[in-house]
């Protein structure tokens, strides 16, 4: 790297291993692709992760509307239903015993039940990764957490400290195993087709960006193209909208990103009249297209500086800029190959979700730490390969023992279970359960041991 | 293009003024009210395009021509202000994602967030921290300053009208509790020149109460005195109040038409009327707020303690009211015209008397100088304010901290009072919902 941007703050504390984390995703939103990285991330820590599933729940809490009832019911409705989900999170944590119980922003995790948490001594922390100022509820809920992970700082950083909330800067990221570069012999021309143009845009259809884009009229509309979702009534710019506004899935947007030649990327700003906010926090497709080795044309915010060095990325400040951004990069292909390159390089070393997760437990552990909480908590350290055997029945025949032995290595590596985590019989059964289709017979026989185990009142 | 759905009361009409402000800002606007109150709505908001809805049961299918006209506009957008079957009805000419206030989605009646907020706090009453001008006015994610909704009041030359009674009997002074109060505030108008009169405002069912409080009067208050309680229009009454130089009014429409000409209002506020719900809206007025433990009621309840409020405008207040501040000094021989006082007892004068509040402005609305000091209201402004993304400011006069002291843990109180947790939990309560504003300079919407 050429330059270097400032670093961020070290995290403290020692790197915290073996951890059981349960990450509350939201019922749907900006913020669940947000929390499946975090899953995944964590695992590739190797830390045994469950996610509370709640986009499951959202078809039944929407079907409430179908009821077609009075205002006030539905809000009672509503709230009850919440509250159910909230329970629900309590029951998996009961069951899965986390150390950790992470959230996202828009967790359906009510008072009580981070009360309870509380109370039982589970840490709870969530990534509040949306814009203060737009989400104002935060002050709400930010005290009933043990950490506050945010992706602004002050002056959100010191009212939460007046509030008594700990927290810490936590920017956005991107997941290489997700956002890559696509190799130009692995491209599928289709995509380049049906993906591809000079110009590009994906977001939702923000006041400043409606009006931002319709100075960029003069463009060709296959040289220009916009996508995703609230874009309605947008008269002027429809003939670069495409698929009438539809969503576009996170998989659909690195499509988009490596199919493009200058991808767009105008945070969002709720007033009209403030086409480029200069706001502070930087958000998720910097670093995703970053991460893709896609070129983009970014506008500034105050806190990029101290994630991007200069000549990683490509900042305009006002919309002239961004014309002449265009022009200039269409026109220079190398200057655009070896941004991106830097730009990518840099969120590989600094800015991936595996990164963050790693910040995030260290000031989680330093935390435990100052509380003389053990974190881990202290759990049987009997590698789980024996303890699985051990859970067995000292009656099973030998031969189905034996075969049993040769076929767990694979079941733990088909389970995602063996990355060094610390999985106990009921994770394996927990996550068995969870598999669809057909089982094999080791897996059924496991599942036929469970049950054997709670009839007859033995535990693993 | 806008369009308001007000079909509330004449009050309410007046309390869209802050949100009618700010949509005229913006573009063309429309407002789409109760049959009965176009004309007033016309002289009230000029500039605006005013609709009538013939809402009697028997007119009703007279609507369908104003429910045409309505669906043929543009309008960018739609805000339904009223809690109401009707108006659920006339949100459904429109699609829901261009109505603001409340409206239905698929047949499902639903709300803003922000006004969630106001179902929050509606459920401690006594703490409310914003005035229904202001509520509605942001519904508007940029609304009009409030200074500049109504003109600023400021004592003049001109009659006294005296409203003789709102919508509810305990929220209105007797005759006799009136009387020696019109006295002097009449004498204070005659002070200021102009040979004003003493004009009683109200329905035909309150021309007996004006007569018996003509009675009362001193005769040279009465030979100045006309009732005018039933026999005016709307528009007649916008013509009248707009001459007055003061108006004594509990809270009614009139007094709410008042503050939209400026006119300086004194007005009694008592059972269920509370001053920072619905208190005159603009600089310039006062309020005499009776605040027992119970207040404010809920005026559809009985009231177990007496009507113990009522006695709140004895003695004390009169010497108040004659000296404009809450220690009144006695009156000359503290001989005061009219028969005995609520409040008054075999011993002497009430000891409770009301608040005396005065209105003022803060970046967030209107505000009372004076009264009890209120912490818990301060807090729910402030997030009030943080949630609308206006300045914070103190309560001036109500509670001097400022954003900087006020302690966390209220405004972390505050912030669990107003915001349900399904606000915290559905991305759809996450951003506000502004209008598709999208002119470009020069262009109206």
């Known amino acids: ?104 922003a828009q967790a359906p995790l009510n008072r009580q039940m981070l009360q309870r948490f509380r109370k039982d001594g589970v840490l709870t922390a969530m990534w509040f990764v949306e814009d203060h100022r737009v989400f104002p509820y935060w002050r709400a809920f930010a005290p009933l957490y043990d950490l506050f992970f945010v992706i602004q700082k002050d002056p959100l950083a010191a009212e939460l400290a007046a509030m008594g909330v700990r927290s810490a800067y936590l920017p956005m990221a991107a997941l290489p195993a997700f956002h890559h570069p696509v190799p130009p012999e692995q491209a599928d021309p289709a995509d380049r087709r049906r993906f591809g143009s000079a110009v590009s845009f994906v977001g939702a259809g923000y006041p400043n960006r409606r009006l931002a884009f319709r100075q960029l009229m003069h463009l060709d509309p296959r040289d220009f193209r916009i996508w995703g979702s609230d874009w309605d009534n947008e008269a002027v710019l429809t003939r670069f909208i495409q698929n009438n506004g539809a969503r576009v899935s996170s998989e659909d947007c690195v499509r ?129 390969r024996q303890r699985l055997t051990a859970a067995l029945p000292p009656d099973l025949p030998e031969a189905v023992r034996a075969g049993l032995g040769e076929e767990l290595e694979a079941l733990l590596h088909r389970l995602e279970l063996d990355r060094g985590q610390d999985p106990t019989f009921d994770d394996v059964i927990a996550r068995l359960r969870g598999q669809s289709g057909v089982l094999t017979p080791l897996e059924t026989t496991l599942l036929f041991l469970d049950e054997w185990r709670k009839q007859y009142g033995k535990k693993s | 293009m806008y369009l308001i759905v007000q079909l509330a009361r004449l009050g309410d009409l007046f309390q869209t003024a802050r949100l009618v402000a700010s949509l005229q800002r ?94 929050r706090w509606t459920t401690a009453r006594r703490h409310s921290p914003l005035n229904l001008v202001d509520l509605w006015g942001h519904l508007d994610p940029d609304p009009v300053a409030p200074q500049a909704v109504n003109p600023p009041a400021t004592p003049r030359p001109g009659s006294l009208g005296v409203v003789l009674a709102g919508r509810h009997a305990r929220r209105s002074l007797p005759p006799q509790a009136l009387a020696p109060a019109v006295q002097i505030l009449f004498e204070r108008q005659c002070a200021l020149g102009g040979n004003p009169e003493i004009r009683l405002l109200g329905s035909r069912s309150e021309r007996a109460a004006g007569r018996e409080l003509m009675g009362l009067l001193s005769p040279a208050a009465l030979a100045r005195t006309v009732n005018l309680a ?64 119970c207040a404010p009621c809920l005026e559809s309840a009985p009231c177990g303690a007496g009507v113990r409020c009522a006695r709140y405008f004895g003695r004390d207040w009169l010497r108040a009211l004659a000296s404009g501040s809450p220690h009144g000094a006695p009156l000359p021989g503290d001989s005061l015209p009219g028969a005995s006082l609520p409040g008054d007892t075999l011993a002497g004068t009430a000891t409770e008397a009301p608040l005396f509040l005065q209105s003022a402005v803060d970046p967030l609305g209107l505000i009372w100088h004076g009264g009890e000091n209120d912490p818990r209201r301060a807090a729910l402004r402030r997030v009030l304010a ?36 399904a606000q915290w939990m559905l991305p759809r309560f996450a951003t506000p919902l502004p209008p598709p504003d999208l002119n470009l300079p020069g262009e109206r919407a």
């Open chain 2, 386 to 421: 943080e949630n609308r993304g206006v300045p914070p400011a103190g309560d001036r006069g109500v509670h001097e901290e400022t954003r900087e002291t006020v302690a966390q843990q209220r405004l972390h109180g505050a912030a669990a009072d107003l915001y349900d947790e």
């Open chain 2, 26 to 119: 913006r573009g063309e606007t429309h407002l789409c009210v109760d049959a009965v109150l176009v004309e007033v709505a016309r002289l009230a908001f000029p500039g605006v395009t005013v609709h009538g809805l013939d809402l009697a049961p028997d007119r009703v299918a007279g609507c369908v021509r104003t429910f045409g006209e309505l669906a043929s506009q543009p309008f960018r957008a739609v805000y339904n202000l009223n809690h109401a079957g009707l108006n659920r009805a006339v949100a459904r000419l429109f699609p829901p994602d261009r109505v603001f206030g409340y409206r239905a989605v698929d047949g499902q009646a639903e709300r803003d967030g922000w006004l969630r907020l106001a179902m």
């Open chain 2, 230 to 293: 039933g026999r005016t229009s709307l528009p007649e009454a916008f013509a009248c109040v707009s001459e007055l130089g003061c108006m004594l009014t509990p809270d009614t429409g009139l007094m709410h038409m008042a503050t939209r000409l400026g006119v300086p209002v004194q007005a009694v506020f008592l059972s269920s009327a509370w001053a920072w719900e619905t208190g005159p809206y603009g600089t310039g007025h006062t309020v005499w707020q009776a605040a027992p433990p």
């Open chain 1, 256 to 384: 988009i990103f490596n199919a493009s030649t200058i991808n767009l990327n105008l945070h969002s700003g709720v007033k009209a009249n403030e086409l480029i906010t200069g706001g502070d926090f930087v958000n998720p497709r910097t670093f995703e297209l970053a991460a893709c080795g896609a070129f983009q044309l970014v506008d500034h915010r105050t806190l990029l500086p101290g994630l991007f060095a200069p000549d990683e990325l490509a900042v305009f400040r006002t919309m002239p800029e961004l014309v002449e951004g265009i022009n200039h990069y269409l026109a220079h292909p190398e200057e655009r190959t070896a941004m991106a390159m830097r730009a990518r390089k840099r969120v590989l070393a600094e800015h991936t979700y595996q990164a963050r997760m790693e910040t995030l437990l260290r000031h989680t552990a330093a935390l435990a730490a100052e509380r003389n909480t053990p974190f881990p908590a202290r759990r049987d350290q009997t590698p789980a």
């Open chain 1, 1 to 104: 790297m050429t330059a270097s941007a400032p670093p961020l703050a070290p995290s403290p504390g020692p790197r915290p291993e073996a951890l059981r984390v349960l990450v509350i995703l939201p019922l749907y939103g900006g913020s669940l692709p947000v929390g499946r990285y975090c899953v995944s991330a964590l695992r590739d820590l190797g830390h045994t992760v469950e996610a509370f599933e709640a986009p499951d729940y959202y078809g039944a809490f929407t079907a409430l509307r179908g009821l077609k009832t009075g205002m006030e019911r539905l809000e009672q409705l509503e709230a009850g239903f919440l509250n159910v989900i909230s329970q629900a999170v309590y029951a998996q944590a009961e069951r899965f015993a986390p150390d950790l119980v992470l959230s996202m």
